[in-house]
Every structure is written in C-alpha cells, then in structure tokens.
C-alpha cells in the first residue's frame, strides 16, 4: 500500500457511527491506568514483600518527604545551639536535642506530621504500626543530628575539659525518657501539644532542679545557671536508671493507649 | 441495614456532642442536616470507625466496629471524605488517590484501574500528574471525593463534600452520589440544604447532638409551611423544624 | 496542537496530549477496526494500541501523516490479538480473502488486508448502496452464500457472480496488485 491516502480516515467515515457498542471511556480509563501507574522502587516493594502490606510499606516510605521539614527545622536549632557558648564553652546541643526531640515525637501524633492524619485513622492499614515507626523515625533523625553536633562541637574544642566525651553522648539517654514521655502524655490526652509540653517541661525541670541541688559538683565557681551546673543532668550517673525506667513506663503506655479497641482518634 | 444506630452517644468531658442517636439507614443517599455544632461531624466520625461512641451500639454493614478484626473489614468497605481533609503538597492527584487506595487494602493489580476509574469520575483526568499544592480548593476537595470512591465502597460518609465546588460542579457531584446510591448507603453531612437535598432520598435534621427529623426531602419541606425564613420550600421546612427543637429546648 | 506537536509531547511524558491524541482518533480507529472484529476485541486493540502509541512516541518521524502512523500500529495490534485468538478465527478469515487462489496462512495479515481492502472499498466501488458496493458487502464483508447474496438483492445467481467478478477487478486495479 504505497498510495498513503489509503490510510488516511475517509470523509464519509463518522465518528460516532458504527461505534455505539464500543465505550470509548472505558478504554481511556485502561489507557490512563497504565499511564498514570506509579512503579515502587525496589525498597518499597520488599518492604511491601516483607510486611505482606503494600499500603504498610508505602504509609512508612512517605514518612521521609514528611520528615523533611521536621528534619530541617532540627538541623538548624541544633546547628544554632552547637555554635552558641556558654560560660566556659559548654555547647547547648545536649540541652536542647531532648527538648527538641520530645516536641518532635509529640507531633507525630496527629496532623503535626501527617496532615491527612484523620483519614488515616479510618484506614484498614494499622495506623498505630505508623504512628510507632514514625515516632522512632522523628527520633533517630534527632539522635543523628544531636550526634552530629556533639560530635562536631567536641572536635572543635577538644582542649576544653568541660567538654566531655560523657557530655557528647550521655545526653541520648535522657532524650530517649523525653520522647518516651512526650508521646504517651500525646496519646493518652489526644493532644501533641499536650505532649509536646510535657517532655519539654519535664526536661527543663529536671535539668534546673538538678543544678540548683548540685551546683557545686565540677567548678563549684557558679550558681544554678553555671554550666556545670546545667550539665548535671546528664553527667549524673545516679539519673541513667532512672531515666531508663521512665522510657520503658512510657512505652507500655504508648502500647496501651494505642490499643486497637480504643483507636488513636 | 448498613447503618445500625441504637442509642448512641458521644461526649467530650462535659459536652454531649451525640445525644442518644438512633438510626438504621439502607441502601440509597442519606443527608444529614443541620447547623455547625450539631454533631454531625461526631456522627460522621463514628461510622467512620475513627472514633468509639460513649454509650450505646452501632452496627456497620452488619459487624460490631467495636471488635478489630471486624472493624478491619469495615473499613476495607468504606469510603470517607473528613471535613478537613490535609494534603500531602507534593503528591500528584494520581499518587494521592492509590496511596489511600494502598491503605484500604485493594489488591495490588487492581489498583491502577481504580484510582484512574475514580480520578476520571470526579472530572480530574486533566490534572492526574499535577501536584496538589498546584490545585485550587474545589480542585483538592474533589481529590478529596476520589480517594472516598476509589475502593467502590459500600458505606460512603462524606463531611462537607461541597466546599468550593462551583455550580456546574455541584450538579455532577449530585450526579455522582445517585450513581453511588444505587448501591451503597452515601451519607453526606452538609450545612448547605439546597445542595443535598434533591439528590437525597431521606435527610435526617441534628441540632444540639439529637436528631430532631427524618424523613424525605418532601416531608421536610412539608414541615415548613408558612414558615417565613428561608430561600426555598426546603430551607423553610429546615429553618421550621430548627425552630421548633430551639422552643422544645427552651421549654 | 496539531497531531505532529502532540505526539511530540506526549513523547516527553505529557499524557494530557495522549488525552487530547486519544479524543481525536479513538472514535474513527475504532469504527474502522469495528469492521473486523467485535466491540470487546476493538477495545482491546483500541487500549493496547495507544499503550503502544504511549511507548513508542519517541520513534515517531513526522512526515505529516500521523493518523496512517496510527492506523499502522493499530492493525498491528489487531494482528496479534488475533494471532492469539489462534486456528478458528483463520478459518473464518480464509473465506473473506480477495483472491481465493492465494490461500494466506497468517490470519494477522488477513485482517490487515481485509480492512484495507474495506476502505479501499469505499473508494473504489462507489458510495454504499450502489450495486458493486453492495454486492462486496454482503458477499465479503457479511459472508453470506452467493444464493442468499441473489435472493437479497433480486438478481439471479449469474449476476451475482459478475458483480463480484467486477469488483475484484476493479478493487485489483485500485490497489494497484500490490499484496
């Protein structure tokens, strides 16, 4: 057929004649099926494997674009507090990441973190599975940054002695007590806020309190505000087991309250 | 019954936001009527499973959502459109309906189908690889309609679907929720009268957490006979029966 | 935009200009297949066709015939579905073919040819109603026995059969006798 006017549609041919049985919509909507198909890349779909849920693995693998502002508004607070000195340079990264990780869990519960979080809530896909997996997403994002920071800061000023190797790292263990706190006060009164304000609260009491009853345990040169006062909280290894205990209550709280009989709303 | 509500209450410390609701809705589009802060959107969320009623029983498609595996399975069956909904800016319109598609539970290879099936239904196809943030609000809200629809759900609730559609939109949405009706039990909660009322076949009026009406749209406008506030026959019949539970409340 | 500019963006990934391609000529693809096979295979074909379209965008060469590109793939699809369809359908065919002394063993290409060969009906043999038009219909496109074909059209058999002799001829020359 070389002549190509064979191939071009014919005037008499009608559009719509001949064509009643045939639903032209129903054929877009295959077309566009296909062409609108979204293909998860191979995490996802081992995850998806994995979990025998690929609305579970997709729900986690969307926390990181809903990390994304959490996890550059920590970067900076923590970036500022590294660089700010305080009397004999003591950095404030490990006073602020617990504060900082505490209201950050707290908001992983309700639309803080997933703004179509009522939705979810209706969902088959266990909500309470997501909202624990992104809770200690929030939290190890927090922990790397914090980590970063001391780190850094410890680098920078290895020749002050205030700057300890305890101080770089202790401070994860009351971190992980303000989380722990922060979220089941979050759950069990169905506020983030509430939340929120009772990890940092709890941890700005704990840390004041402690100094004003131990100010004059490393330079003895200060009053309650003194740096060394103010790092007591985390150097005193009296508080490890009591900051370990106060994490596990709160899980099993968290774990109660999520129950599925009483759903997260 | 799709619906079965006996008695149900709800309340937040002191305020009684559902008080003693008792409901058995069918097949067919069901209105729910009546001012803000009736409790139309407690209603909303507890056949929505999201939240448990206080006091009293409530019978979905036939399971007790009281137990998880059951409500596991309504859930699977339903379709929900929340006041505020929330988006996720950087989803297309495609990615945001087969998320939720994921979510309930729809076997994976029938996935594709449906949600370009309920993105073409709500007039969206144009706009299948936009980004949300790029939508305007009727826009959102009608993504908002596909992912209720996606799953072909037997118990459809639909809180303020109508915010921000204009009126040719409005007219196809109607269109949609007969279609929907001829199935499935399509409950939508409006304080828009006109907008509902000729697509339902039962409204139901709540105001201060009771249902203090139901019955057709024409019964409803019936009530309003020389009512004198109001726009339309049912507007009056809405605006009489408001009315009259203020005076029995007064009383 | 015209179908050249359409193509093009689509190849980009734009699948509103798929939509906009689709709107355009689903409607006489769909006529034309219609021909030759029943409503839910044109769908089938219809669908796989502007996959095909959707996938194949790229390769596309404008020379200012984008429906005959379209038309092409088409009748592709329709082959291989009908290849899939497997010996029955052959059968079937084999009895519509032009010229029953070139048995054609590929379904496939009986169907290419035969809806080809409709349109080139249309050209060849005068509008519908007229009676080579007519005789080609009922003999070849609804296959009917040429008793039935006479007593329809209240000719004796003998007429009959010139009138179909004529037609090949005509549609022979039309085509110039290339396969």
Same mark, same amino acid.
């Given at each position: 057929?070389?002549?190509?006017?064979?191939?071009?549609?014919?005037?008499?041919?009608?559009?719509?004649?001949?064509?009643?049985?045939?639903?032209?919509?129903?054929?877009?909507?295959?077309?566009?099926?296909?062409?609108?198909?979204?293909?998860?890349?191979?995490?996802?779909?081992?995850?998806?494997?994995?979990?025998?849920?690929?609305?579970?693995?997709?729900?986690?693998?969307?926390?990181?674009?809903?990390?994304?502002?959490?996890?550059?508004?920590?970067?900076?607070?923590?970036?500022?507090?590294? =660089?700010?000195?305080?009397?004999?340079?003591?950095? =404030?990264?490990?006073?602020?990441?617990?504060?900082?990780?505490?209201?950050?869990?707290?908001?992983?519960?309700?639309?803080?973190?997933?703004?179509?979080?009522?939705?979810?809530?209706?969902?088959?896909?266990?909500?309470?599975?997501?909202?624990?997996?992104?809770?200690?997403?929030?939290?190890?994002?927090?922990?790397?940054?914090?980590?970063?920071?001391?780190?850094?800061?410890?680098?920078?000023?290895?020749?002050?002695?205030?700057?300890?190797?305890?101080?770089?790292?202790?401070? =994860?263990?009351?971190?992980?007590?303000?989380?722990?706190?922060?979220?089941?006060?979050?759950?069990?009164?169905?506020?983030?806020?509430?939340?929120?304000?009772?990890?940092?609260?709890?941890?700005?009491?704990?840390?004041?309190?402690?100094?004003?009853?131990?100010?004059?345990?490393?330079?003895?040169?200060?009053?309650?505000?003194?740096?060394?006062?103010?790092?007591?909280?985390?150097?005193?290894?009296?508080?490890?087991?009591?900051?370990?205990?106060?994490?596990?209550?709160?899980?099993?709280?968290?774990?109660?309250?999520?129950?599925?009989?009483?759903?997260?709303? | 019954?799709? %619906?079965?509500?006996?008695?149900?209450?709800?309340?937040?410390?002191?305020?009684?936001?559902?008080?003693?609701?008792?409901?058995?809705?069918?097949?067919?589009?069901?209105?729910?009527?009546?001012?803000?802060?009736?409790?139309?959107?407690?209603?909303?969320?507890?056949?929505?499973?999201?939240?448990?009623?206080?006091?009293?029983?409530?019978?979905?498609?036939?399971?007790?959502?009281?137990?998880?595996?059951?409500?596991?399975?309504?859930?699977?069956?339903?379709?929900?459109?929340?006041?505020?909904?929330?988006?996720?800016?950087?989803?297309?319109?495609?990615?945001?309906?087969?998320?939720?598609?994921?979510?309930?539970?729809?076997?994976?290879?029938?996935?594709?189908?449906?949600?370009?099936?309920?993105?073409?239904?709500?007039?969206?196809?144009?706009?299948?690889?936009?980004?949300?943030?790029?939508?305007?609000?009727?826009?959102?809200?009608?993504?908002?309609?596909?992912?209720? %629809?996606?799953?072909?759900?037997?118990?459809?609730?639909?809180?303020?679907?109508?915010?921000?559609?204009?009126?040719?939109?409005?007219?196809?949405?109607?269109?949609? %929720?007969?279609?929907?009706?001829?199935?499935?039990?399509?409950?939508?909660?409006?304080?828009?009268?006109?907008?509902?009322?000729?697509?339902?076949?039962?409204?139901?009026?709540?105001?201060?957490?009771?249902?203090?009406?139901?019955?057709?749209?024409?019964?409803?406008?019936?009530?309003?006979?020389?009512?004198? %506030?109001?726009?339309?026959?049912?507007?009056?019949?809405?605006?009489?029966?408001?009315?009259?539970?203020?005076?029995?409340?007064?009383? | 935009?015209?179908?050249?500019?359409?193509?093009?963006?689509?190849?980009?990934?734009?699948?509103?200009?798929?939509?906009?391609?689709?709107?355009?000529?689903?409607?006489?693809? +769909?006529?034309?297949?219609?021909?030759?096979?029943?409503?839910?295979?044109?769908?089938?074909?219809?669908?796989?066709?502007?996959? +095909?379209?959707?996938?194949?965008?790229?390769?596309?060469?404008?020379?200012?015939?984008?429906?005959?590109?379209?038309?092409?793939?088409?009748?592709?699809?329709?082959?291989?579905?009908?290849?899939?369809?497997?010996?029955?359908?052959?059968?079937?065919?084999?009895?519509?073919?032009?010229?029953?002394?070139?048995?054609?063993?590929?379904?496939?290409?009986?169907?290419?040819?035969?809806?080809?060969?409709?349109? +080139?009906?249309?050209?060849?043999?005068?509008?519908?109603?007229?009676?080579?038009?007519?005789?080609?219909?009922?003999?070849?496109?609804?296959?009917?026995?040429?008793?039935?074909?006479?007593?329809?059209?209240?000719?004796?058999?003998?007429?009959?059969?010139?009138?179909?002799?004529?037609?090949?001829?005509?549609?022979?020359?039309?085509?110039?006798?290339?396969?």
């Amino acid at each position: 057929m070389n002549d190509p006017s064979w191939n071009e549609p014919i005037s008499g041919e009608s559009r719509s004649a001949a064509t009643d049985d045939i639903d032209l919509d129903r054929v877009w909507v295959n077309v566009a099926a296909e062409v609108w198909r979204r293909h998860p890349g191979r995490l996802e779909r081992t995850a998806a494997r994995l979990l025998r849920s690929p609305g579970l693995a997709r729900a986690l693998f969307t926390t990181p674009s809903l990390l994304l502002p959490w996890l550059i508004a920590s970067a900076v607070v923590l970036a500022v507090g590294a =660089l700010t000195q305080v009397g004999a340079g003591q950095p =404030l990264v490990w006073l602020i990441a617990p504060a900082v990780a505490a209201v950050g869990i707290a908001y992983s519960y309700g639309p803080g973190l997933d703004p179509a979080w009522e939705l979810s809530c209706s969902m088959p896909v266990s909500d309470r599975l997501v909202l624990l997996t992104r809770g200690v997403a929030v939290f190890a994002v927090n922990a790397v940054l914090g980590l970063i920071a001391s780190i850094a800061t410890l680098a920078t000023h290895a020749a002050q002695p205030t700057i300890t190797a305890q101080l770089t790292f202790a401070w =994860l263990l009351p971190m992980t007590a303000a989380c722990a706190l922060a979220l089941a006060v979050a759950v069990a009164v169905r506020s983030a806020i509430a939340g929120a304000g009772a990890g940092v609260g709890a941890w700005l009491t704990l840390v004041l309190a402690h100094s004003a009853t131990d100010y004059g345990a490393t330079d003895g040169a200060g009053g309650v505000l003194s740096a060394a006062a103010l790092t007591s909280a985390i150097t005193d290894a009296n508080l490890y087991l009591p900051y370990l205990a106060v994490a596990v209550c709160c899980a099993v709280i968290v774990l109660f309250a999520t129950r599925p009989q009483r759903g997260l709303l | 019954m799709n %619906i079965e509500l006996t008695d149900v209450t709800r309340t937040f410390g002191r305020n009684k936001a559902v008080d003693g609701v008792s409901l058995a809705v069918g097949p067919g589009v069901f209105g729910l009527l009546g001012p803000n802060g009736a409790g139309k959107t407690s209603l909303l969320r507890m056949l929505a499973t999201v939240l448990p009623p206080s006091s009293g029983t409530v019978r979905l498609l036939d399971k007790d959502p009281g137990r998880p595996a059951a409500r596991t399975q309504i859930r699977r069956r339903l379709g929900y459109l929340p006041q505020n909904l929330g988006y996720y800016p950087s989803f297309t319109v495609a990615e945001f309906v087969e998320y939720f598609a994921l979510l309930k539970e729809m076997p994976a290879h029938q996935v594709p189908k449906a949600v370009a099936a309920a993105v073409e239904q709500v007039d969206l196809g144009p706009r299948a690889k936009a980004r949300l943030r790029t939508l305007s609000g009727g826009m959102l809200r009608r993504v908002g309609i596909a992912q209720a %629809i996606v799953n072909g759900p037997d118990l459809l609730l639909l809180d303020e679907p109508t915010a921000g559609l204009d009126p040719e939109q409005r007219v196809a949405f109607r269109t949609l %929720i007969r279609d929907l009706g001829q199935r499935a039990t399509v409950v939508v909660s409006t304080h828009l009268v006109e907008d509902v009322g000729t697509a339902c076949s039962e409204v139901a009026l709540m105001a201060e957490g009771k249902v203090v009406f139901r019955g057709t749209p024409d019964e409803l406008t019936a009530q309003g006979e020389g009512h004198e %506030i109001g726009d339309s026959p049912l507007e009056r019949g809405y605006g009489a029966v408001l009315a009259a539970s203020r005076k029995q409340v007064a009383a | 935009m015209d179908d050249d500019e359409l193509i093009a963006s689509l190849a980009g990934g734009d699948d509103m200009a798929l939509r906009q391609l689709f709107d355009r000529h689903a409607p006489w693809l +769909a006529a034309r297949l219609r021909k030759a096979l029943p409503p839910d295979d044109v769908e089938d074909v219809l669908q796989e066709t502007f996959l +095909a379209v959707w996938k194949n965008a790229g390769t596309y060469q404008p020379r200012g015939t984008p429906a005959a590109w379209l038309w092409v793939i088409a009748r592709n699809q329709a082959a291989l579905l009908l290849r899939k369809q497997g010996p029955t359908t052959q059968a079937l065919l084999d009895e519509a073919l032009l010229d029953e002394d070139r048995p054609v063993s590929d379904p496939a290409e009986a169907v290419a040819t035969r809806t080809d060969l409709d349109v +080139a009906a249309a050209a060849a043999l005068g509008p519908p109603g007229c009676p080579d038009r007519e005789v080609w219909r009922l003999r070849y496109e609804e296959d009917r026995p040429v008793a039935e074909v006479a007593a329809l059209m209240g000719v004796p058999e003998g007429t009959v059969k010139s009138r179909v002799h004529r037609a090949r001829r005509l549609l022979r020359a039309a085509l110039g006798g290339v396969e």
